[in-house]
């Protein structure tokens, strides 16, 4: 008699590597930072914003370590390409977005930003998966980027994160809150629309490291 066929979950378990564990990390360090940002929202604690902004670059290590493990142990799969991009629209689509509009960028015009901005980076990611194999030239690796890589987001965390520091969040924002066709706008929520446009850049070619 054969032995029973292990239950799918079982085997999508085995189907897992090194790598991916770490990819997950950079998941979960990206939904940690949405949760702070909400916590932020009821406590009005400071601190929980900043630690909000510290899960960007904790996610941001995970990312370049499950990609240098993948190929040190030669164990790169669609699955893990997919898992690594559905990692990054977390931790640096959704959850910049999330701290941003706890901050104080919660104006119609900043959500519409915001919005705007996650979906650059879901686009940004969806052409890069379908692309890949082109770039890489053969290689295991691409050979550049089309457009910013979705990571550089930690830049505008780090940004939220010394406003926070500083006491420059909610009505205290730098650059203040602009009146526009009935909504609000805060000028700082610009950089997320100039980031996600260069995302999505096909003209802007970044070599990779």
Do not use: Q
């Not at 079982?10 to 979960?28: C, K, P, Q, W, Y």
């Not at 990609?67 to 040190?72: F, K, S």
């Not at 100039?194 to 990779?208: A, F, W």
Request: hydrophobic fraction near 55%.
């Amino acid at each position: 008699m054969t032995a029973p066929a292990a239950p799918r979950h079982f085997s999508m378990i085995r189907g897992f590597h090194l790598a991916d564990v770490f990819t997950l990390g950079n998941a979960a360090c990206g939904v940690a930072g949405v949760l702070m940002a909400m916590r932020f929202l009821a406590s009005r604690d400071p601190g929980d914003l900043l630690l909000a902004a510290a899960f960007a670059p904790a996610a941001f290590l995970f990312d370049v370590l499950d990609g240098r493990i993948a190929r040190w142990r030669h164990t790169s799969s669609p699955l893990g390409r997919e898992l690594d991009s559905l990692a990054d629209v977390i931790s640096f689509g959704v959850a910049p977005a999330a701290l941003a509009y706890a901050a104080g960028m919660n104006g119609l015009w900043d959500a519409v930003i915001l919005v705007y901005f996650v979906c650059c980076g879901v686009s940004r990611l969806a052409r890069y998966n379908v692309t890949a194999e082109s770039l890489s030239a053969g290689s295991d690796k691409v050979a550049y980027f089309e457009g910013t890589p979705i990571p550089t987001s930690v830049l505008l965390t780090a940004v939220i994160a010394w406003a926070a520091w500083h006491g420059r969040i909610g009505e205290s924002l730098y650059g203040g809150a602009l009146s526009l066709a009935g909504g609000r706008l805060h000028p700082l929520a610009l950089l997320f629309a100039l980031s996600g446009t260069l995302m999505v850049s096909k003209t802007l070619r970044i070599p990779k490291l």
